[in-house]
């Protein structure tokens, strides 16, 4: 079954313990993106990666990392999680280029909350 | 000012109504637009896009946009309750970036 998956999908954690989330697809998918989504401000990419080792910010990059080492995988890194990055997660998918622009295919999401 | 304003609602109809969902912008370089939906506790699934101005119909769905008036619309005919769930508009520029920039979704419910 084509999909992406996320791990893990719920997390509580603390302030400045370092976590990864991962995100996988089978797609072989070129394009991949993070989002995270908060209530009344919708979704926002966070980084995205155009293929391996290419990868650039979105709109909400302070305080995430990420890295593309391999086609399917491209986990997200939060080095020293603080309590605004509580939020609900998606890792994100499309086929290349031109389609990443209006077809992507969404994970279930990582709800974190960081206390 | 937000780059792309959509009504939280939530917005409730009885089921068989016609529903319209709306999005407004201010960047017109955007070219795509899109219509996700977004059922309780999964991620976005993309319902249409529409590249540039125009109207695009798929079965119950007809996604029209507006380039003029920088607005963009999604109408959903005779509405079931499988259709409750939060609507996104999103929206990319194509140039300069591969960005998707996203409403802040309607919540829609069908009552039966």
């Known amino acids: 079954e084509a999909q992406v998956t996320q791990n893990p999908r719920y997390l509580i954690t603390v302030t400045g313990k370092k976590l990864t989330v991962t995100c996988s697809q089978n797609m072989n998918h070129e394009y991949m993106s993070w989002y995270r989504q908060d209530p009344g401000l919708g979704l926002r990419q966070i980084y995205y990666s155009m293929n391996v080792e290419v990868t650039d910010k979105g709109d909400v990059p302070e305080g995430y990392k990420v890295s593309r080492k391999e086609k399917r995988n491209f986990p997200l890194i939060l080095e020293s999680p603080s309590p605004n990055q509580t939020s609900l997660y998606f890792c994100?998918?499309?086929?290349?280029?031109?389609?990443?622009?209006?077809?992507?295919?969404f994970g279930p999401g990582t709800r974190l909350t960081v206390t | 000012q937000k780059e792309v304003e959509q009504d939280p609602g939530p917005l409730s109809v009885p089921e068989g109504a016609i529903v319209s969902l709306n999005c407004t912008y201010s960047n017109s370089a955007f070219q795509y637009f899109m219509w996700y939906r977004q059922y309780s506790r999964k991620g976005p699934e993309l319902l249409m896009y529409?590249?540039?101005?125009g109207n695009k119909e798929d079965g119950r769905f007809t996604a029209q946009v507006d380039k003029s008036s920088k607005y963009i619309s999604l109408f959903i005919r005779d509405s079931q309750p499988s259709d409750s769930a939060t609507y996104l508009c999103?929206?990319?520029?194509?140039?300069?970036?591969?960005?998707?920039?996203f409403g802040a979704g309607t919540r829609l419910f069908v009552k039966a």
């Open positions: 529409t590249y540039s101005s």
């Open positions: 994100a998918s499309s086929l290349g280029r031109e389609v990443a622009l209006y077809e992507q295919y």
């Open positions: 999103a929206m990319s520029a194509g140039t300069g970036g591969f960005k998707t920039i």
